[in-house]
């Protein structure tokens, strides 16, 4: 199994407050997804790195932001949650990108749960 | 926004038949085209990937790509109830990332 871990796996959290996700990798890869997955809408990317302080927006950004400061780690923020961001969080890495390798490692997933 | 669509399912087939899911897509610039397997409650994993048209196989698999149709299909010969899962299609976008499909559940009964 790619070595992505997820923390954390778990949260309840009220509206308003802000959240922070981690994602952390030992592969040594380049690239660093965060996706979101909702029954109905199926996986939508918010932010990706594609090295070290190099990131992008996705989709879904609106709300979030990440930062990237150490090849190993990626984290997402929700600045002010809100009842909407109830979601799945997933975040994946990638070696060379999504050209001809494509394959996206994916963690276990992170539950939030804003009330 | 680049659209990557899904028959959402369920598709349900008998053990031992042939499942066959689709999915279309509409940048016609992807390049490369994928498909995950999800099961409940856990991460989506890579089974295929296909970059130029026609036929792929890799055991029981075999993913077809149709450039010219923006289509791409996945086909699992001697369906197991241990395939029954959520199967999601994921296509390049212009940037760095996949787009994905919202997936279709398959239902192998035994």
């Known amino acids: 199994d790619a070595g992505i871990t997820q923390s954390p796996r778990h949260k309840v959290t009220e509206t308003g407050t802000p959240v922070t996700l981690r994602c952390h990798q030992t592969e040594n890869h380049r690239y660093m997804y965060w996706y979101r997955q909702d029954p109905g809408h199926g996986l939508r990317l918010i932010h990706y790195s594609y090295g070290v302080k190099d990131t992008d927006k996705g989709e879904v950004s609106d709300g979030y932001s990440v930062s990237r400061s150490k090849t190993e780690d990626f984290l997402l923020t929700l600045e002010s949650a809100t009842s909407s961001q109830t979601s799945v969080y997933f975040c994946?890495?990638?070696?060379?990108?999504?050209?001809?390798?494509?394959?996206?490692?994916f963690g276990e997933g992170s539950r939030l749960t804003v009330l | 926004q680049k659209e990557v669509e899904q028959n959402s399912g369920p598709l349900s087939v008998p053990e031992g038949a042939i499942a066959s899911l689709n999915c279309t897509y509409s940048?016609?610039?992807?390049?490369?085209f994928f498909w995950y397997r999800q099961y409940s409650g856990k991460s989506p994993e890579l089974i295929m990937s296909?970059?130029?048209?026609g036929d792929k196989e890799d055991g029981r698999f075999t993913a077809q790509l149709n450039k010219a149709s923006q289509y791409v299909s996945l086909l699992i010969r001697d369906s197991q109830p241990s395939d029954s899962a959520t199967y999601l299609c994921?296509?390049?976008?212009?940037?760095?990332?996949?787009?994905f499909g919202k997936g279709t559940s398959l239902l192998v009964t035994p």
């Open positions: 994946a890495i990638s070696e060379g990108g999504t050209g001809n390798s494509g394959e996206l490692f």
């Open positions: 940048d016609r610039g992807s390049q490369s």
């Open positions: 994921a296509v390049t976008n212009s940037g760095y990332a996949l787009n």
């Open positions: 296909i970059y130029s048209n």
